[in-house]
């Protein structure tokens, strides 16, 4: 009980501090951005190359389509999956 108040706190805590200073986390943020542009980009990069079967994986759904993870909010949205959905 004594850590969900906790929790709450935290998350009632977190969200004021982001109200009162969004503008200024977006501007760190942007400022960290290009500071280090190069840098992030090449992670990225080394990331998309490490875990490429990961990313570009295609799983077959159920309404015989296929999806990878980074697209399957707009496959349930697909003409085809919503047709599958529909017919049960
Ligand atoms: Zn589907």
Same mark, same amino acid.
């Given at each position: 009980? #004594?850590? #969900?108040?906790? &929790?709450?706190?935290? &998350? ?5 501090? %982001? ?8 501007? &760190?943020?942007?400022?960290? %951005?290009?500071?280090?542009? &190069?840098?992030?980009?090449?992670? $990225? ?5 490490? !875990?490429? !079967?990961?990313? %570009?994986?295609?799983?077959? $759904?159920?309404c015989?389509g %296929?999806?990878?993870?980074? !697209? ?6 697909s003409i085809i999956h ?5 017919? #049960?």
């Amino acid at each position: 009980m #004594d850590t #969900d108040k906790k &929790q709450y706190d935290k &998350q009632k805590y977190n969200r004021t501090y %982001y109200n009162k200073s969004n503008e200024a986390i977006k501007i &760190q943020h942007k400022k960290y %951005y290009t500071e280090n542009k &190069q840098t992030i980009l090449n992670k $990225c990069k080394e990331y998309r190359i490490l !875990n490429a !079967n990961k990313i %570009y994986h295609r799983y077959s $759904c159920g309404c015989g389509g %296929y999806y990878s993870k980074n !697209n399957y909010s707009r496959h349930t949205k697909s003409i085809i999956h919503k047709a599958f959905i529909n017919t #049960d």
